[in-house]
């Protein structure tokens, strides 16, 4: 596995010659921030040597390099999730590369499901901590080159960042919640009862991603920040039939709102 991080990196490395310090994940129908971006390279995903396919409709499957702000950054166009690989090990492989690219700071946004009562559609939450039902990363030997046994977990999102993101959101008059997110395998959407037991064990907010590239990346001491766009509601009598094309219009929506915030976010760190 070190092997083929270090390879997948040094490839990238040859190709581009960067070294960004951040890197950028985007989640389902969020793709299109790269507008916001000064592409310089561009990369399929099948073009890079071990890097996973992303098979979900909202997920371009392309890594780019460029700059944003004057920050050389490197953002996944499309994610990986569980439920597509079965195996944890590739879903956290591009972070793990990013590592070696030379990233510090690893931003991270998704498209969620709300439990909290407060939540409504279209409304943005700052990651705050997360709970994990996803199969863990770390399960295995542990590399010892990208981090310690057993890591520490206390601050899972920086909290410099969320106080910069709330600084930004106020300056600007953007509306945003934080809370917590329940990391699941999907990729059914959730029943009646799964929602209130996400309520119930202190989730604001639930889907199918970002837990476990939070984890790899805190393994290697990567400060993290999350935000999730609401593009449904888990509450009772106002659960409806969602699909995955309305989880990308809400999605959508939200993009110019959610790239003014992650520009201004990108200047600060």
Do not use: W
Not at 67 to 85: I, L, S
Not at 127 to 151: A, C, M, Q, S
Not at 187 to 203: C, D, K, Q, V
Request: proline residues 6%; aromatic residues 8%; contains cysteine.
């Amino acid at each position: 596995m070190l092997e083929q991080i270090k390879n997948t990196a040094d490839f990238l490395k040859n190709k581009t010659n960067f070294n960004p310090k951040i890197g950028i994940i985007l989640g389902s129908g969020l793709g299109s921030f790269v507008d916001q971006v000064d592409i310089k390279f561009s990369f399929s995903y099948a073009e890079i040597p071990n890097f996973p396919i992303s098979t979900v409709e909202g997920h371009s499957g392309k890594l780019i390099f460029g700059t944003v702000k004057g920050k050389e950054v490197v953002v996944m166009q499309g994610r990986f999730h569980y439920y597509e690989e079965s195996d944890i090990q590739k879903v956290v492989l591009p972070v793990r590369v990013m590592k070696y690219l030379g990233v510090k700071n690893l931003i991270i946004s998704n498209a969620s499901g709300g439990v909290n009562p407060s939540y409504e559609i279209g409304d943005l939450m700052l990651i705050n901590d997360h709970i994990n039902l996803i199969p863990n990363p770390l399960v295995g030997p542990n590399l010892k080159e990208l981090g310690t046994r057993f890591p520490d977990m206390s601050e899972p999102y920086c909290k410099e960042m969320i106080t910069f993101a709330e600084e930004i959101a106020s300056e600007n008059n953007i509306k945003i919640q934080k809370g917590n997110y329940v990391g699941v395998t999907g990729p059914t959407l959730e029943t009646p009862a799964e929602y209130n037991y996400f309520r119930i064990i202190g989730g604001d907010t639930v889907g199918m991603s970002t837990v476990p590239e939070v984890i790899a990346a805190r393994h290697m001491k990567i400060k993290c920040f999350g935000i999730s766009v609401i593009t449904d509601l888990g509450v009772p009598g106002k659960i409806k039939i969602v699909t995955h094309e309305d989880v990308q219009n809400v999605a959508n929506k939200a993009r110019p709102i959610l790239a003014k915030l992650i520009k201004e976010l990108i200047s600060k760190i």
